[in-house]
């Protein structure tokens, strides 16, 4: 259990301090600060274009942050030898496999939830359609230009990493801002705790994605693995569409369920239609998708498992 936390931690640090981790947070927190700015005079639906936009940039770069922390600690670590040094001591296989899963969840967990955070404040910055509160959206910048000096200093007097600094300067202070601007902001015209729910969905799937990824970094290098991720969540966006058709055979229906079983459908996880349309999420659906998700992983982690413990590393067959 030691090993585990140790490899799950470092694994969660190395994914921290890597400058592609850094440069997706801040790009994906400077869109969605700047969605209400671009959303002005659409005649009411500055809202629904700020939740859609927002919730598509989480979803969107969660699934780059997965795919690059994966690659950076999987299957680079495999590359330069790390993983037979590791498997020299008494870590085995499924420990080490299972650990780096549980890192970079861990990472998608900290990526995704400052995204969030920064969603709900892009919709305090929303006032109305025509205006916005320019005070909020200052405040906002201010605090990721904050937290980037507070890195570079941390980085120029300690030599300690600029991005895991930056971002420990932006997950204290963006959550404090958030919940002022909930406590003393009037509320947008949302409902707030079913937005919250759809965040929450949004990192269900993030998630999913995340532990995908493993199990293909211990086959494929960057590229191949951001490949088939993606098709996978392009397909997963359309598994619906694609697989529930009952116009052809029997067989070929037979097929396009075992596919739809098998792929994640992404459509369960995004309910920005029922946002816009002012619909409550039940706390029943957000149970049943985490339970559905939960299943999922599992499943993925196995196959992780069982893919990485046939992998041949140096003639090791620990």
Known sequence: MLNFFHIA???FTESIREPIFFILLITALV??????????????DQIKLVVDSSMATVLLFGLFVAVM??????????RNGTVLLLLSKPVYRWTFILAKI????????????????????SLYIAKDQFRMDMGAYYIYFGILIASCIFGMIMNFMYTRSFASYTTLGIWILLPIYCIVCLIFKTHPEILLQSYMYALILVF?????????????????????NLTVCS??????????????????????NVICKIFYAILPNWQFFWL???????????????LWSGIYVVLYIALCTMWAVVVFQNKEIAKDTR
Not at 38 to 43: N, R
Not at 69 to 76: A, G, I, P, W, Y
Not at 204 to 224: E, G, H, K
């Open 272 to 286: 920005a239609d029922a946002l816009a349309t002012h619909k409550e999420i039940p706390a029943t659906y957000l």
């Open 204 to 224: 269900f799937s993030v998630s999913t994605m995340a532990a995908i990824t493993v199990v293909f970094a211990t086959r494929l290098d960057l590229v191949a």
């Open 102 to 121: 549980a890192g970079i969840i861990f990472t998608v967990v900290v990526f995704v939830f400052l995204c969030n955070v920064g969603s709900i404040i």
């Open 31 to 44: 869109l969605i600060g700047h969605f209400p700015s671009m959303t002005l005079f659409v005649f009411g």
């Open 69 to 78: 922390s994966s690659s950076h600690t999987v299957t680079r670590e495999m």
């Open 231 to 252: 098709v996978i969540f392009f397909l997963g966006l359309i598994s619906s569409y694609l697989f529930l058709d009952d116009t052809g055979s029997a067989t070929l």
């Open 9 to 11: 931690k470092n694994t």
